[in-house]
């Protein structure tokens, strides 16, 4: 992909228009989900902190390149954010048994907890975004959501 020099931006730009829409609901329902968690108490963690409990929670034993290819977040921001959970006592890193350089992320029982408030928040959210999609719309909604990842992942020399 060419290297981008000057900044185009024509209203009638429909793939640009596509990605602020995108990234405007995207922002909207982060701000959601971070303002749902202030109500809930979890107080001092975001919505990708939570992101990566859960991931861990789903796949105990991951590895810390495992979370950053999973978010697609680098293994300095993964990292970060793994501190900040152990801090609180929601998650532990120990070496691997096989290959003492690895290290193996595992949820807690306090964490276990805290996914599962997570989870209910993130499920009311997601029920009053989508909820009242048709299924063949979510299944649409959901496909090219996969193609724009795909897409995203492939294009990551373009920043």
Sequence with gaps: MKKLTTCHAPTDDTARTTFV????VFGTAQQLLRDRMRVEQVDGL????????????????GTQQQLANLTG?????????????????LMVRRADAGDGRLLRMSVTAAGATEVQRFMA???????????????????QLQALARQLLLRARASSGIA
């Excluded at 829409?21 to 405007?24: A, G, R, V």
């Design 121 to 139: 928040i993130e499920t009311e959210l997601a029920h009053h975004l989508f909820g009242e999609l048709a299924a063949d719309e979510a299944e």
């Design 21 to 24: 829409s995108l990234m405007t």
């Design 73 to 89: 977040r680098d293994k300095g921001q993964v990292a970060h954010l793994i501190h900040a959970l152990e801090a609180r006592g």
């Design 46 to 61: 975001g919505p990708l902190h939570m992101r990566i409990l859960c991931l861990c929670f789903e796949q105990p034993g």
